[in-house]
C-alpha cells in the first residue's frame, strides 16, 4: 500500500530504528508507531500534556553541528557524531524534530523508570484485592515491567480520605491517586466543566472535587476510563466482577446519532459494563455516562422474553404463522424503526413490499444535542433507514398520518418495530380498532393486546450496523446470548417476507450485506466482514442535504454549516 | 508378519508348583504374627498428617473478621472451575468499613473441586485453607454446592500472622495527625 505524500514529515530514530512521522508529534506516539512502549501515565493522546508523572523520561541527542562552521561533526566511523543530553528528557513533552535521537532500553533510563515507580508506590496501598482497577492498571503493569521488584520502604505510609463519592456516579480513592491529573484535565478540556483539582502540597496532595459541587456531568465516567489507577471507579461497577473476567465485544452506543463506539464488558452471558472504544473519527476515546446505562435493558422488567399470539406464549415460528395469516388478508401498514439495525430496516422494506406495497411510517425521537456525544437525534439509526430507501423524508414525530388513515378504516393490520405508539400520538381508540404485529424487545404501553408478538434481541445481543449522523457505516457484535424464548429480528423479518413474497430471503448480517450491496447503490461493494472496526463513510448524495435536527458535536458539523451557509 | 517366540520349558521344580505355594505360604505366616496395620474406618480414623489437602474451606482472624475480601483470584485460578463468587461491599457503618470488600456468595462445588490447593496457594488474603476434612457425602447434587455459610462453619478461626487490615485500620487513626 502507497501511503499519500506528506510533506511535513520528520524522521526520528528511536532505539536504532528510523521512523518517519507528521510534524509535532511526539516521542510516545513516535515509538508507538514503531512497536516501543514507553511507559507513562499522566500523558493522554486526547488531552493536553502536563509531563508530571515523569514515567516516560528517554534519553535524548541531536546531531552535532559545528557553530562555526555550521558543518556536522563527524565521529571515527564517518557518520554524523551524536550530541546527547547529559540528563533524560520526557517523552510526552518532546515533539519530533529531524535527526533526533532516542534511546529508551539504556541503564539511565532503567534506573528512570525504577526511581519513579518507587516514588510512585511509596503511598501506594496495596489494595490489589479490593481494587477494581487490578487487572487493568497501568502501576501494576509498569511495577511489573519496570520497577525494581521489592521495597525499601519502611516508614509509615500516608494516609488520605477513601471511599469518597465525587459525584453520583464517580467514587474515589486518594491513597492510590497518583496525581497524573488526567482526570482534572478531561473535565477541563472535554465536558468543560472544571470542578475537579489539587489541594495540599507535597506528599500531603489530594485530588478533591470543588466546595459545594459534584462530578456530575454526562462524561463523568471517562475520568473512571482514563484514571491509570484505581483512585476513581465507578459507582455501577464497582466490587461486581473483576476485569480479568470480561470478554469484550465491540458494539455500538445507540442512544443517539452519534454512534460512539463501545467496548461491552461481559461474562457467562451477563453484561457488566459499558466502555469507550477509541474511534479518532467519532468519539475519540469518550462516551457519554447515559449511554453506559444502557445494558440495563437486556435484564429488564418489562423485557419480552418470549413470543405470544392471542395472548399465549407460543414458539417464534408459530407466532410467525399467526402473523403471515393476518398481513396476507392486506390493508397493511408498518411503522418501522430508527433504532433497528441497517439488515433489519432493509429486510422491512422486504416485508412492506411483501405484503402489497404497506405503507411505512417512521417516528422521529429528538432530544437537545449536548455539542459532545449526544445529538438531538435520539436514534441510532435514521440514515440507515434513509439509505435503505425505508422512508424517503425525515419523519415526523408524531404518527397523525397513521392515525388518520386507521380512522378512515384503511388499515386493518399495524406492524409496529420497536415503536411505543401511545407516545407517537396513536390513541388507544385507534389501536383498538387495528390487529397489532409487535416485534419488539420490551413491553411497550398500548400494545398489550397485540395479535402478535414477536420478540427480538437488543443490539447487544445480535450483530448488525448503524449509519451515524456522518454517514459513518458501524457495526456491532453480539456480545451476550439472548432470552430464551425471543429470535434474531432478522430471521423473524426474513420469515415475514419469504413467506409473503414466496422468494426466499437472507436473514444474517453477512447475507443481508451481499443483497444491499446488490440493490443500493452507496453500499456497492461492500460486504458485512469488510466493514472496518472504525466503521465506513458511504456517499449520501442527496440525502445528506436533508434538514437533519443534529447541531454541531464533536467531529461532525451539519451539512449546512459545513457548506458555509 | 508374526514373530515366535519360544517358550523354555519349565523345570522340574517348577512343574510340582512346590516352590510357589511354599513362597505364598512364608508370606502368610509372616502377616499372621506381624502387628496389624488396618484401620476400623469409620469408628477409628486416620492420623491427618501437616500439609494434607482436604476439603476448601473459608476461615476468619482470631478478632471475628471475614477474611475473604472477594478478589476472586480462587475463581480464576481453579482449574475445575469448582468455585463462584459473588462479590459485595462492606456497608459504611460495618466495623470492618475500611476492608470495604466482602463476599455476598461464595459457592465451592465440592463435586468438581480436585483438592489441588491452588486456591490456598493464591491467596493474598489468607482466607482459604484446604483443611483436614476429607469425606464429602450428601444425597443430592446441589447440597454438595458449600455455600459461604457453610465453608465458614467447616474453616472456623486460624491463627493470623500479619493482621494488615488491622494495621491499616490503626495507620488511618495515627495518619491524620500531620
Given at each position: ?8 514529515l ?5 532505539d ?11 516521542i ?35 546531531p ?10 563527524l ?5 554524523q ?7 533524560p528528557?520526557?517523552a510526552?513533552a ?13 541503564e ?8 519513579v ?6 503511598n ?24 525494581r521488584?521489592?521495597?525499601r ?7 488520605k ?20 491529573s ?97 474511534n ?6 469518550w ?29 417464534a ?13 392486506g ?27 404497506a ?14 456525544l ?23 414525530a ?36 387495528v ?21 427480538g434481541?437488543?443490539?447487544?445481543e ?23 424464548g425471543a ?7 426474513a ?13 444474517t ?5 451481499q ?11 461492500m ?29 461532525y ?9 | 508378519m ?42 477409628e ?36 472451575k ?14 470492618t ?24 496457594e493464591?491467596?493474598?488474603?489468607e ?27 467447616l ?10 487490615w ?5 495507620a488511618?487513626?495515627?495518619g491524620?495527625?500531620?
Amino acid at each position: 500500500m502507497t501511503a499519500p505524500a506528506q510533506t511535513d514529515l520528520v524522521t526520528v530514530v528511536i532505539d536504532g530504528k528510523e521512523i518517519a512521522v507528521p510534524k509535532g508529534t511526539n516521542i510516545i506516539e513516535a515509538a508507538s508507531r514503531l512497536g516501543i512502549e514507553i511507559p507513562h501515565y499522566c500523558y493522554h493522546p486526547k488531552l493536553s500534556v502536563v509531563g508530571n508523572c515523569r514515567m516516560c523520561l528517554v534519553e535524548m541527542g541531536m546531531p552535532m553541528i559545528d557553530r562555526g562552521s555550521g558543518k556536522p561533526i563527524l565521529d571515527d566511523h564517518g557518520g554524523q557524531k551524536i550530541g546527547w543530553m547529559p540528563r533524560p528528557a520526557i517523552a510526552c513533552a518532546t515533539a519530533a524534530v529531524p535527526g533526533m535521537q532516542i534511546r529508551t532500553t539504556t541503564e539511565l533510563v532503567k534506573q528512570c523508570r525504577e526511581g519513579v515507580m518507587e516514588f510512585l508506590l511509596v503511598n501506594h496501598p496495596l489494595d490489589c484485592p479490593i481494587c477494581d482497577q487490578a487487572g487493568e492498571c497501568r502501576l501494576q503493569e509498569f511495577a511489573t515491567d519496570y520497577g525494581r521488584g521489592y521495597s525499601r520502604f519502611i516508614e509509615e505510609k500516608n494516609v488520605k480520605p477513601k471511599r469518597t463519592r465525587l459525584g453520583p456516579r464517580v467514587m474515589l480513592d486518594d491513597e492510590r491517586c497518583i496525581l497524573c491529573s488526567r482526570c482534572i484535565r478531561f473535565c477541563q478540556e472535554v465536558p468543560k466543566d472544571d470542578v475537579l483539582g489539587f489541594v495540599d502540597r507535597g506528599s500531603y496532595s489530594t485530588l478533591t472535587c470543588y466546595p459545594g459541587k459534584q462530578l456530575e456531568n454526562n462524561y463523568s465516567l471517562n475520568t473512571v476510563d482514563i484514571c491509570p489507577v484505581g483512585a476513581l471507579t465507578s459507582t455501577d461497577f464497582r466490587f461486581k466482577m473483576r476485569v480479568w473476567f470480561l470478554k469484550q465485544t465491540p458494539s455500538i452506543d445507540t442512544e443517539s446519532s452519534v454512534g460512539a463506539n463501545t467496548f461491552v464488558w461481559a461474562r457467562e452471558g451477563k453484561i457488566y459494563r459499558i466502555t469507550p472504544r477509541r474511534n479518532d473519527a467519532v468519539n475519540d476515546t469518550w462516551m457519554a455516562d447515559s449511554g453506559r446505562e444502557l445494558y440495563q435493558q437486556v435484564e429488564a422488567e418489562d423485557r419480552l422474553n418470549a413470543c405470544h399470539a392471542s395472548g399465549k406464549p407460543v414458539p417464534a415460528p408459530e407466532a410467525l404463522q399467526a402473523a403471515v395469516a393476518l398481513l396476507k388478508e392486506g390493508k397493511t401498514a408498518i411503522v418501522g424503526s430508527a433504532r433497528a439495525s441497517l439488515e433489519e430496516q432493509f429486510l422491512l422494506k422486504k416485508v412492506a413490499r411483501a405484503a402489497g406495497g404497506a405503507p411505512v411510517h417512521l417516528v422521529a425521537h429528538t432530544g437537545e444535542g449536548d455539542g459532545l456525544l449526544v445529538s438531538a437525534d435520539r436514534t441510532p439509526n435514521l440514515r440507515g433507514a434513509l439509505l435503505t430507501g425505508l422512508i424517503d423524508t425525515l419523519p415526523p414525530a408524531s404518527l397523525e398520518a397513521l392515525g388518520a388513515a386507521i380512522d378512515a378504516g384503511e388499515v386493518q393490520t399495524l406492524v409496529v418495530v420497536r415503536e411505543d405508539l401511545l407516545a407517537a400520538g396513536l390513541t388507544e381508540a385507534q389501536l383498538e380498532r387495528v390487529r397489532i404485529i409487535h416485534l419488539d424487545t420490551h413491553r411497550r404501553p398500548g400494545l398489550e393486546r397485540a395479535a402478535v408478538v414477536l420478540a427480538g434481541l437488543t443490539v447487544f445481543e445480535k450483530a448488525g450496523s448503524f449509519v451515524n449522523q456522518q454517514f459513518r457505516v458501524q457495526k456491532f457484535q453480539k456480545a451476550v446470548p439472548g432470552p430464551g424464548g425471543a429470535a434474531e429480528d432478522l430471521f423473524l423479518l426474513a420469515t415475514l417476507a419469504a413467506e409473503l413474497g414466496g422468494e426466499s430471503m437472507p436473514s444474517t448480517p453477512a447475507s443481508v450485506w451481499q443483497a444491499m450491496a446488490a440493490e443500493i447503490a452507496a453500499f456497492r461493494g461492500m460486504t458485512f466482514a469488510g466493514i472496518p472496526d472504525d466503521g465506513v463513510v458511504v456517499e449520501a448524495g442527496r440525502l445528506a442535504e436533508l434538514p437533519f435536527v443534529e447541531g454541531e458535536s464533536l467531529h461532525y458539523k451539519p451539512a449546512a454549516e459545513a457548506a458555509g451557509v | 508378519m508374526a514373530k515366535v517366540i519360544p517358550r523354555k520349558p519349565l523345570t522340574l521344580a517348577e512343574r510340582t508348583y512346590l516352590p510357589q505355594v511354599l513362597g505364598g505360604l512364608k508370606t502368610t505366616f509372616k502377616r499372621m504374627v506381624s502387628p496389624n496395620v488396618t484401620l476400623e474406618y469409620p469408628e477409628e480414623r486416620p492420623v491427618i498428617p501437616e500439609g494434607y489437602r482436604g476439603v476448601p474451606t473459608l476461615v476468619k482472624d482470631p478478632d471475628g473478621r471475614e477474611k475473604c475480601v472477594s478478589c476472586q483470584l480462587c475463581e480464576f485460578v481453579c482449574p475445575p472451575k469448582a468455585i463462584k463468587i459473588f462479590p459485595g461491599e462492606i456497608p459504611e457503618d460495618a466495623p470492618t468499613a475500611h476492608v470495604e470488600k466482602a463476599p455476598r456468595d461464595f459457592q465451592i462445588d465440592m463435586l468438581r473441586c480436585i483438592y489441588c490447593g491452588l486456591c490456598q496457594e493464591v491467596c493474598p488474603e489468607e482466607a482459604i485453607f484446604l483443611q483436614e476434612i476429607f469425606s464429602v457425602t450428601g444425597y443430592t447434587r446441589s447440597e454438595l454446592v458449600y455455600n459461604k455459610q457453610k465453608l465458614y462453619e467447616l474453616g472456623g478461626t486460624l491463627p493470623d500472622r500479619h493482621f494488615k487490615w488491622e494495621k491499616k485500620r490503626q495507620a488511618a487513626e495515627r495518619g491524620h495527625q500531620h
